[in-house]
Each structure stands twice: as structure tokens, then as C-alpha cells.
């Protein structure tokens, strides 16, 4: 023991005992509480101008500290990477979406070493560190079992974590982890679950577990809720809640939120409307169908915000009946802007949009009624994205206001004293949030963590701003980039500007135009001054150009979908010979680490022993939407392929023999379609046409032996596991890297962000 500080003689009576103390805060240190929300819009909140109902938020507001002038990156990763470092996102290793890994450092897939996490520094100042939801912070290829897990949660600060991994999952049927295992949920929908509601359980449970043995312990919780992103699911009384509300459509309510803001003071009266969108219809020139189709999927989402609102309210009670809340700095806020991934006309399968399956309105209604709930997938169209983005132009992934402008709450009853129920029209970025924190809590960032050398914290405190509401921004500077859609803000003579440009694929990044605003007058960017003031625009040009230097942004990279693409080397999951060997058990098979099964020709076989009666799934992927599924029932083989409720069904013309056996199917694409064949040991003995040969199952992963999740299948109830004994199931897929299938991964993939 090198370090230890007493002395050690030959007996007790000459020697003397040191006690190491754990690192502790201090008394009356408060805890910290980040609240994330997913793809929620500036004006979605009730405080901020719609008529869904978000008491519960809105109480935090008029409590706290509600901020009209926040901004984040355009999609999620990046915002979570800077939200829990206060540096960029480009600085830290998150360009884009996690995973994304270029072999520059902007793009690690993950956070870097040198960027501790506020968990990783307030842990080391005794607090304790909690997680539950929505992680989305690691390499694709390393969420599965086998890990690593140096950046899962626990890797990164957490000393718990309850929630899940990738970039989306199902309300209903979550692919659940506590801590560094998965788990199946609790319960079923049939008896109640819902995600939102588990997470706020299992969070106040840890602080509950925390604070009953250790009340001196300080707390940081950080609750990103998979909500609400899609798909947008709610029990049925909130679904019921919202019927036929919305059916005025998008240009009234949107005109109605807009005055509500007003009225409100979210935004300044000579405020401007921005337009609609490209793409998007006047509600009036839709059809019935299109529009009863787009109102239901409006009040999915309403339903979906209403009951996380609920949700929130009943952490913030469980925070009060413990005595914390006052001295709680509780951060809400949304990653990004209203997605736009749901399409001009929305759907009820968001897989369907991302692998360009047009799903008509006249056929989409005939499962009208499954919208919002177990049985759905979906996402609302344009229309009410730009809407839940009002009064702002565009959307996520874009960095004109609708993609990065968004709501922020800061509610501390303790700290905040006569700035309580006030606003704040202040610039600030989510950078900005660490710093703030460290600063109320007099902590200085590390210079070195776990001996790494750390890069600084470049968010720029707004503790002055909450304590004056004359205060001036702190954050004077600020730099936007994603798939090489480009900003920056700053102030110049109490004047805010902004240049902006839309990347188009394959344009010139020096030569594409870009756009000018001033954002003190026109903060919907109505009105474009960049033929007025080119000497204007071309200073913030070459000063984002200064920023994308220092900050790692370069070089810029505009592709997306393409960086899905698994890397098929010796040491990642989805080896160059493209063969897959399962053994159960097996805990459920992530989508970006199982094989896939939409291949263009793809063998699965499975060995087993079995006696007269064993049945159960030997290998599913997917769920009730989409997916396969294959398996013994009534001494025959199985396959079933359901294309989003259309089930292509072999049965064996044999049946299982007892004993040891050989069970196979091949599948293999032709154009659209393709067909599948079953054998027994080696026999074919069934064969069937697929109408329908997916790009992509759903979002949910593989499970071997059983059917986690939702059931594929309409023939059994999940998990119908092999009673059987399962030796293993092998899959081939094609020898080598096929291109043809890389838009079909990649797709997949961006599917789930």
C-alpha cells in the first residue's frame, strides 16, 4: 500500500491507522436532475403554446426558470454528448449518430476518454449517479451481451442504469438493460406496462435506495425518456383523450399555438409565422382519408406527451415526498426539433418510410383504431412537425430554428428565489448547461480523468442569467453542423445574427448558398437579408469556418445512411465470412448486432433434439408488425414472414422427427418479392412465394429459442419458447460484403435514431 498515510510498527501499540475518506460534496450540496425529452418540438409544450396538456411541465416552468432562446444540436446523439460533457459535440466524438466511426476524430461512435461526463465528475465528488432511459452514447456494434461496456452507462459514470441502448424502442415492448444485462419488462401491456412509467419507477426506486441508507449523498439522476420519439404510443384513456381533437387540422392549430405564444410571451408579438414547409399540403386539399389518417396520428402523439407529462409529475411528487425536491436543480429540455421522419402523409409503420414502401391513406385507415397503441409503429406527418416547431421553419436533423431551437426549464425552489415563474430570452446552448451546474456547485472540471488528459469544458455558464433576467448571454458564439447543414449565431452590437445552409447531397460545400437572418427581428428566419448584407454574411461564414476549426468539426462529411454500414473485420460482430452461430441461451440480439435477415439470400438452421409434443420458436427477429419467425408447432416446421401484417406461412409437408434433426430455411430475394423453403434434415419439404421481400424488419432485434417482445407470428404467444433442446441455430448470409445489401442496413439503422 504506497499510498498509505499512517505508520506501521511491529506491533499495534507503535503503529497508527489512517482512514481513507470518500470524496462527499458537503452538507446541503443539491442534487441534480437532467429531464430529456426526444423529438419534442419549441411549441409542444403546453407553457410554450400548444393545448396538449403538460400541467405538470408547466408547473415546473411557472416555478422556475422557463427559457425562450435555448438551442441544441439537430439530432440526438450530439445533444446527449454535449449535454452530459459542456463541450461540442464534434470536440467530444459525436459528429453525427452513435456509432457513426469515420477514422477522424470527430466521429468516434461514442464519447471520448477525454471528455469526462458530468456522472464521471460528480461521482468523483460523491454524488450518486443514476440513469434511466434512452442511452444512445455507444458504437452500434457494442450493444449487444457481449459488449464492450466501457461506454455503456456504467462505463461512463452511472453507478445505475434502467432503460435502453439504441436510438428507439418500442413503448409497449422495450429492449430493456438494468445496469450492464438485459431483462425482459416487468409486465405486458395487457397488464398495464408502458415505458414511460417503468423508468420513473426504477428511478425514484434508486433514489429511494440511495437517500433510505445514505441521506447525506447528494444525487445527479439524468431521465432521458424514450418519449417522443416514435414510435408515438400511449395507453388508451389518454388516446381517448384526444379523439377528434385535432380534426380542424394543421394550418388552424398551428395558427392557434402561434397566438398562444403570444399571448404567453414565449415569443415577441412582431414575431412572424414562418410559412409551411416544402411538402407540406394546405389541410384543405387533403382528402377525408388524409385527413383522418393525419388527426389520429396528432392525437397519438398528443397522448404520448400527455401521459410523459404524467410521468413527470409523478417523479417531481416522488422528489417532494422525499423531501428533496427544493433542493433538486431539475434541467428539462428536448434534444432536438419535431422529426420529420414520419413523411408528407405520416404512417403507421415509420420501418415503411425508411425503406420507401409508400403507404396510402386509403389503406392505412383501415387500421385507424390500432394508432398510439400496442399494435402501431407510427409518426405523424410534416404538417403537424412544423407545427409542434412553431412559429419556426423546418425540422430535426436541420439547423434552421425548427431543428435546434427548443424548450428549457430550470426548476431549483431552493436557489432561484424571485427568479422563480420568470423568463428568460438569453441566448443558450446545451453545451452551456455543465458549466452551469459546475459553477452553482463550485466544482472545477478535472484537468485529468482516470489519467486521461481532459479537453476544456467550452459551454459558457448562464448562472448569471438565472440570478438576473437583465443579464446578458454568456454565449455570445455558437456553431451548428450535421450532415453538412450548417450555422452559427452571434451578437454584434445588441444585434443577433444567423447564417444558415441547407445542405443538399452532392453540393459544393464552398460554393452552396447560404441564408442570413437577424434574429432579434426575425426570429423565425422569414426573412433573408444575404443580397442585402453580403459583407454580413460573409464575416459569420469565415467566423464558422474559425469555429469548425477549433472545435474538430472538420472535415465536413455529408453522408448519413451509408455510415450504418457494419464494419465486416476479424473483431466486430458481423464478421467478413458473414456466418453467425447461435447458442442458447441467449439474452435478445440487438438489430445493429444480429444478423440480418433481409439479406439478400440468407440460410438459417437450426440443430435440436426433441421428443414427440416439444414446440417453440427457434429463431424470431422482429415483431407483431414486421418481421420472421421460425418454428416447430404440432410436429411440424414452421416459417412464418409477416410484411407488416402480411403473413407469408410455411408448414412443413412432414413432420419433426424425434430425436436429433436438422431444421432449415432458405430465403432469397427476387426484385420486390422472393420466395422461402423449409427442409428437415436436408428434405425440402415446403415452399412459398413472398409478395413482399422486406429491406428491413422492425426495430425490435433476434431472439434464439424463443420470441422476446411482441409475437412475429399470429400462430403462437410470445415467447413460445423450445421445449426442446435448441443446440444451436447457424445463419450464412452471402460470402463477403454485399453491396447491394448496404442501403438496406443502412436504412434500417437510421430507422432507429
Known sequence: MTDFKGTIGRTLADSEPHFEERPHPGDGAPNVVFVLLDDTGFAQFGCYGSDIDTPNIDALAAGGVQFTNFHVTPVCSPTRASLLTGRSQHAVGMRGLSGWVTG??????????????VAEVLRDEGYATLCAGKWHLMPGNAISAAGPFDQWPLGRGFE??????????????????RDNTYIDPPATPEEGYHLSEDLVDQLLQMINDNKG??????????LPFGATHAPHQAPQKYLDKYRGHYDEGWDVVRQRWFDRQVELGV???DTALAPRNPGVQPWDELSDNEQRLAARLQEAFAAFLDHTDDQIGRFVDGLRDMGELDNTILVLLSDNGASQEGGASGTMHEIKHFQGIKESPDEAIERIDDIGGPHSHTNYPWGWAQCGNSPFRWYKTLTHEGGVHVPMVVHWPAGLGDAAGTKRNQFAYVADIVPTVYEILGITAPDTHRGIQQMPVTGHSFASVLDDADAPATNRLQYFEFGGNRALIVERDGVWWKAVTRHLPGADFDTEPWELFDLTADPSECHDLADTQP??????????????ETHGVLPLDERRLELFIPRLDDHSVHRSDRRYIYRPPMTPIPTRTAAS???????????????????????????????????????????????FGDHTVIESSIEVPTGDCTLSVHLERDGSGGWAEVSIDGQACGRETIPLYLMTFSSTGASVGMDHGSAVSARYLAPFAFTGTLHDVTIQLPDGRDPSQDDVTAKREWSRQ
Request: hydrophobic share 40%; charged share 20%.
Open 104 to 117: 477522424f476524430p470527430h466521429s468516434i461512435g461514442q464519447i471520448s476518454n477525454a471528455a469526462a461526463t
Open 213 to 222: 441508507l445514505r441521506r447525506d449523498r447528494p444525487f445527479f439522476a439524468y
Open 267 to 269: 415569443i415577441d408579438p
Open 535 to 548: 459583407d454580413r454574411l460573409a464575416e459569420l461564414i469565415d467566423l464558422w469556418w474559425q469555429e469548425a
Open 160 to 177: 445505475r442504469f434502467y432503460g435502453f441502448l439504441p436510438g428507439e424502442t418500442d413503448q409497449f415492448h422495450p429492449e430493456l438493460v
Open 597 to 643: 435477415l433481409t439479406d439478400s439470400v440468407v440460410d438459417i438452421t437450426a440443430r435440436i433434439s426433441a421428443v414427440a409434443g416439444n414446440e417453440g420458436a427457434l429463431l424470431a427477429t422482429g415483431n407483431e408488425n414486421s418481421g420472421c419467425s421460425l418454428f416447430v408447432q404440432n410436429q411440424r416446421l414452421v416459417f412464418d414472414y409477416n410484411a
